[in-house]
């Protein structure tokens, strides 16, 4: 087909990706939202979801790494809808694990599909996404990521819902399963076909994914990818330490009741979709490297007041400056990793693979820390891995412009 794409299938790609982040994004705070209940379900402690979050991290370290694989042999579209599907399917057999037969080992297992599933899934929404801020020339990276704290916001919210209407988690689980299942089918079909993807190449060009798959893991041998991972380590941190484990420091650090956790969790996601939805224009008026500075600070003092504060006002004041702080790291950094439109793809795929390392991995060994010390003095660790992100944050300059090179085709059907 034609490489120019229509104004109306612009918006349709556009659409299609935003939904994809939403429903990552509602998946992770739908499991969030709910550990306390599953926690107590399941006769667990601080260890033994630490040990879930582990499961769940490994799963989801699996699929970040095969999906540079995953894009060179059948493509983002294809690649999107299995690993959304295998999101929505994990979330029930969560339910179905702490609700129905209340085992630890199903509840795990649903958590692994889960997070194979979402860690395939963030590689190549953000390649996707990668390609489409290419195509429309708009810096439109922070507003994707603000459709994944959308779907934050929206999954806290239902989880206050259902906590108060005492709603069971298997039921919760089951509607949002449902509704993943949905997206993965309606927003994948909408990703246009375009030139030197999947479906639109010829069999001679199918046969050389391999050629592709080595282009694609060139970046890991580049010292930029590493510098942008310290950057999105950090961040990442921040945001995965509160996906996972803010309610839990709210109910069982502060002594709040339980609704109490969701309650806070939606305060922190509904900073972070704001900093997200008004990035793009402040970052291109005041340059990457200062607004990650500015944030850096924001997200440290918050969540150092969040930390020290008693239950009550401060601490969700000290939630949003938390989640204001974090919104614009990961996003900013996949823009910085796709500066070069050749190497785009390769370079966004390790980026985020760093970034998601320490999103999914990060939390479990908190949760360990936290047996011994406490959830809340353990979260110490994020303000000084978000100091660290501020630190490096010139790796975010942009690069020099770079004359036209040959670039391996990159399949994204």
């Known amino acids: ?77 294809r690649g999107m809808l299995a690993a959304l599907v295998l999101v929505g399917v994990g979330v029930i057999v969560v339910g179905i694990g702490s609700d129905v037969v209340q085992l630890f080992g199903v509840a795990l297992i649903g958590l692994a599909v889960f997070g194979f599933g979402n860690g395939a899934v963030d590689v190549m929404m953000n390649v996707e996404g990668a390609a489409l801020e290419k195509t429309t020339g708009r810096t439109i990276m922070p507003l994707l990521h603000a459709f994944f704290s959308f779907g934050t916001v929206i999954g806290a919210g ?29 927003a994948v079909a909408n990703v246009p076909v375009r030139e030197g993807t999947m479906d639109a190449a010829s069999p001679a060009e199918r046969a050389h994914w391999r050629e592709r798959l080595h282009a694609s893991l060139a970046a890991w041998r580049e010292p930029r990818t590493y510098t942008l991972g310290v950057i999105m380590l950090g961040m990442a941190f921040a945001e995965g330490s509160a996906n996972d484990w803010l309610p839990s420091a709210v109910v069982f650090g502060h002594g709040a009741p339980e609704e109490a956790g969701p309650a806070v969790l939606a305060v922190f996601s509904v900073a972070m979709t704001v900093g997200r939805i008004l990035g793009g224009p402040v970052v291109d008026r005041f340059g990457r490297v200062v607004v990650l500075r500015v944030l850096a600070a924001t997200a440290a003092g918050g969540l150092l007041l969040f930390i020290l504060a008693p239950f009550g006002p401060l601490v969700f ?28 793809a390769s370079r966004v795929a390790a980026a985020a693979t760093i970034g998601y390392v320490a999103f999914l991995c990060g939390p479990p060994v908190l949760g360990w820390i936290g047996d011994h010390i406490g959830l809340l003095p353990t979260l110490l660790i994020v303000v000084v891995l978000i100091v660290a992100s501020g630190l490096f944050s010139g790796a975010a300059r942009p690069l020099p412009v770079e004359k036209p090179t040959t670039a391996q085709p990159v399949r994204r059907d």
């Open 317 to 344: 004041v000290g939630a949003a400056l938390w989640g204001l702080g974090a919104s614009l790291g990961f996003p900013i950094g996949m823009s910085a990793a796709a500066d070069d439109p050749a190497k785009a």
């Open 1 to 77: 087909m034609d490489t120019t794409l229509t104004r109306s299938q612009l918006i349709r790609w556009h659409v299609a990706i935003c939904a994809i982040f939403l429903a990552s994004g509602l998946s992770i705070a739908t499991w969030a939202s709910r550990v306390p209940a599953i926690r107590g379900s399941l006769g667990i402690e601080n260890s033994g979801v630490g040990l879930l979050l582990l499961g769940m991290g490994v799963a989801s370290i699996t699929g970040l790494s095969i999906a540079p694989a995953v894009m060179a042999r059948i493509g983002v579209r």
């Open 158 to 186: 239902l989880g206050f819902v259902a906590v108060s209407l005492q709603i069971s988690v298997l039921a919760h689980c089951t509607a949002i399963g449902l509704v993943i299942l949905a997206v993965a089918l309606i």
